[in-house]
């Protein structure tokens, strides 16, 4: 079993930036590859960003490129996603999630945390 608790969401403008987190615990060296993904009300969930377990493979969704960074701390089992620039759409709930591949599909996902909200005002 893998826990994932995030935090770091909040309320920002738009241009602002937020550094979310997301803490994991337990079996953690058995699905090391690490997702965020995001749902807005109405919307399913898509996929935001992806990290192997030694940081040198990561994949973006192209509506965040060149502005969302993720990257983790092995030593502190956290995994992070840094956000610039943002946009009223990017308004969701962000969900970490922990599998055995970096990939970009939800469903290849087997652990999940329970969201944090962002919410990016015009």
């Known amino acids: 079993q893998v826990q994932l608790v995030e935090s770091g969401g909040g309320l920002v403008q738009a241009g602002g930036s937020l550094r979310l987190s997301c803490a994991a615990s337990?079996?953690?060296?058995?699905?090391?590859?690490m997702g965020w993904f995001r749902q807005a009300p109405g919307k399913e969930r898509e996929f935001v960003a992806t990290?192997?377990?030694?940081?040198?493979?990561?994949f973006y969704a192209d509506s965040v490129k060149g502005r969302f960074t993720i990257s983790r701390n092995n030593a502190k089992n956290t995994v992070y996603l840094q956000m610039n620039s943002l946009k009223p759409e990017d308004t969701a709930v962000y969900f970490c999630?922990?599998?055995?591949?970096?990939?970009?599909?939800?469903?290849?996902?087997?652990?999940w945390g329970q969201g944090t909200q962002v919410t990016v005002s015009s």
């Open positions: 990290i192997s377990w030694g940081g040198g493979s990561t």
């Open positions: 999630a922990a599998g055995r591949r970096v990939v970009i599909e939800a469903a290849e996902y087997d652990y």
């Open positions: 337990g079996r953690t060296f058995s699905h090391n590859a």
